[in-house]
């Protein structure tokens, strides 16, 4: 073992380490982006109060939740699932990501029954998918969030039957909405509609 090996900080770092303001504006603007989470939540939980049925009871059975980290692909997240389902073989969730350094994303997630189910009525929907900007996961991985091209694709990159197909091939489906920082204002009104739409296509 080297004992006389130097751990060196740059410039840079060496003047964050001096400076605990960034750490604790960080972590304000994590608190805020908790808020702005809970605010989506209860919007979510009005909506389909007033919507009985809407989705599987079972689905709605379990309470919200809102998860955090440090450390997805290096960088701080929350999210909320809501509603949030997951069974081994059948999954049945919304969820809304914050990313810090990169945007919100609001995400249906289903696989098993709960694809078979609704493959369909997501597939009828095409053109106002490609007008609403949404993504479609074309990994063979269900957990990954980035929207890299090697994860996503926007859904107007397919044609109608090619979705259709791609859907009823896939062992999940995945459809995600982002949302950039620079809307954070209108973040809380825009990520509930986006729950909104997503619960009217599964009609």
Same mark, same amino acid.
């Given at each position: 073992m080297d004992i006389h090996s130097k751990i060196q900080l740059s410039n840079f770092e060496a003047e964050l380490l001096n400076n605990s303001e960034w750490i604790l504006t960080k972590n304000g603007v994590m608190k805020k982006a908790q808020r702005l989470l809970e605010q989506v939540q209860q919007n979510a939980c009005d909506y389909t109060t007033v919507n009985p049925g809407i989705l599987p009871a079972e689905v709605m059975a379990i309470s919200p939740k809102i998860s955090k980290g440090e450390n997805y692909l290096g960088l701080p997240w929350l999210i909320l699932d809501y509603p949030r389902y997951f069974e081994k073989e059948n999954i049945f969730a919304i969820r809304t990501m914050f990313w810090w350094g990169h945007f919100f994303t %609001?995400?249906? /997630? @289903?696989?098993?029954? +709960?694809?078979?189910? +609704? &493959?369909?009525? $997501?597939? &009828? /929907? +095409?053109? #106002?998918?490609? #007008?609403? *900007?949404?993504? $479609?996961? @074309? /990994?063979?991985?269900?957990?990954?969030?980035?929207?890299?091209?090697?994860? +996503?694709?926007? @859904?107007?990159?397919?044609?109608? *039957?090619?979705?259709?197909? /791609? $859907? =009823?091939? =896939? %062992?999940?489906?995945?459809?995600?909405?982002?949302? =950039?920082?620079?809307?954070w204002n209108n973040a809380v009104e825009r990520l509930s509609q986006n729950f909104v739409m997503i619960t009217d296509w599964l009609l």
């Open positions: %609001t995400t249906l /997630h @289903v696989t098993g029954e +709960y694809k078979e189910q +609704y &493959r369909k009525s $997501i597939a &009828r /929907h +095409y053109a #106002a998918l490609c #007008a609403s *900007d949404f993504y $479609i996961s @074309v /990994h063979d991985e269900q957990w990954h969030h980035h929207l890299e091209p090697e994860n +996503y694709l926007p @859904v107007q990159n397919f044609s109608e *039957d090619d979705l259709a197909d /791609h $859907i =009823s091939k =896939s %062992t999940f489906l995945k459809l995600a909405k982002k949302l =950039s920082f620079s809307e």
